[in-house]
């Protein structure tokens, strides 16, 4: 198994910038497929982006495309997620996940590994 850590998370001014960190450990993160997902309180928890094994193949949903990159560093067993610009409805827990798969998947469900979130507050 793969254990997951997100860090980063803070609060933050709108139109301001925040970068996640997954680090895995037990696993070489780079053999997985990785997913950022948000949960805002009262909703569901929500796809935002994910990165297959080739860092070329990449994912976002539509309302961080633009905003949001997500990207591997090999060499720290890390998968990063740079937000920008963020707005106040960016407000959520984030999470990070990790499934064996081949291809990048967006469904929660589809996703075994978790880790234990990291909220990102954006205010007004």
């Known amino acids: 198994q793969v254990q997951l850590v997100e860090s980063g998370g803070g609060l933050v001014q709108a139109g301001g910038s925040l970068r996640l960190s997954c680090a895995a450990s037990?696993?070489?993160?780079?053999?997985?497929?990785v997913g950022w997902f948000r949960q805002a309180p009262g909703k569901e928890r929500e796809f935002v982006a994910a990165?297959?094994?080739?860092?070329?193949?990449?994912y976002y949903t539509d309302s961080v495309k633009g905003r949001f990159t997500i990207s591997r560093d090999n060499a720290k067993n890390t998968v990063a997620l740079q937000m920008n610009s963020l707005k106040p409805e960016d407000t959520a827990v984030y999470y990070c996940?990790?499934?064996?798969?081949?291809?990048?998947?967006?469904?929660?469900?589809?996703?075994?590994?978790w880790g234990q979130g990291t909220q990102v507050t954006v205010s007004s």
């Open positions: 996940a990790a499934g064996s798969f081949p291809v990048v998947r967006v469904g929660v469900t589809e996703y075994g590994y």
């Open positions: 037990g696993r070489t993160l780079s053999s997985y497929t």
């Open positions: 990165i297959g094994w080739s860092v070329s193949r990449t």
